[in-house]
């Protein structure tokens, strides 16, 4: 069945360093999304890739699918206290079925 | 609008006990969604449905029975519960499977004893 791996699972960053968590899926993709989750808070979404090769950015992130459209990334610049959280990305293909990686939880150091 | 709303938010049971959980959405959605989120694991989908009446299986359905009797609302049913369902249960809900953006819930935390 459709994996979604994601890595690294931790990531320990000083404030003002730049991140990057990344996706691969075992099947073709047909969009992928971006997810972040605050402690002891629901997912909520950031933004949905459809295109190969596309690249989008929302301030200080910036998303990429892949060509083959089996991975993706999110790199965040000069990260602030308020990137903290667990950024997870998530895949469909034509089965409906929206499958998660295990996330990346961002830790802030000041 | 109240979004997507679950109940309860907190349960404990005995092993062996049933119960259902409530997923409730106000935004006409087709598609709703149940997910397990336990530490180190993600988010695991759980079971799913496409519109009102039809329900499928995710990667992990053993031990659940969900059902979808009215487009706004997804039950979640632990028949005999374990241990090893112990979990923060999110429910979510989307227009259609490829337009983005999953509406979560604010979970439920479910304690098996």
């Known amino acids: 069945g459709q994996q979604v791996m994601q890595i690294p699972q931790y990531q320990h960053v000083q404030e003002g360093e730049d991140f990057t968590t990344y996706c691969n899926s075992s099947?073709?993709?047909?969009?992928i999304q971006w997810y972040k989750q605050r402690p002891g808070g629901h997912p909520v979404f950031l933004i949905q890739l459809v295109k190969s090769g596309e690249v989008k950015k929302q301030k200080r992130l910036t998303f990429q699918f892949g060509e083959a459209k089996k991975n993706s990334s999110l790199h965040i610049t000069a990260t602030q206290t308020t990137d903290v959280g667990t950024y997870f990305c998530a895949g469909s293909n034509r089965d409906d079925k929206i499958i998660f990686g295990k996330g990346t939880r961002l830790h802030i150091l000041p | 609008n109240a979004g997507v709303t679950q109940t309860p938010k907190f349960r404990v049971l005995k092993t062996g006990q049933s119960m259902t959980l409530l997923c409730a959405q106000d935004?006409?959605?087709?598609?709703m969604y149940w997910y397990r989120q336990d530490p180190g694991m993600g988010l695991r989908l759980i079971h799913y449905s496409v519109g009102e009446g039809t329900t499928a299986k995710g990667e992990v359905p053993d031990g659940y029975n969900v059902s979808r009797l009215k487009k706004q609302n997804f039950l979640l049913g632990l028949e005999s519960a374990a241990p090893s369902q112990t979990s923060v249960y999110f429910c979510?809900?989307?227009?259609?499977?490829?337009?983005?953006?999953?509406?979560f819930g604010e979970g439920s935390r479910l304690t098996v004893l």
């Open positions: 099947t073709t993709l047909s969009n």
């Open positions: 935004m006409n959605h087709e598609y």
């Open positions: 979510a809900s989307n227009r259609q499977v490829n337009t983005g953006e999953l509406f």
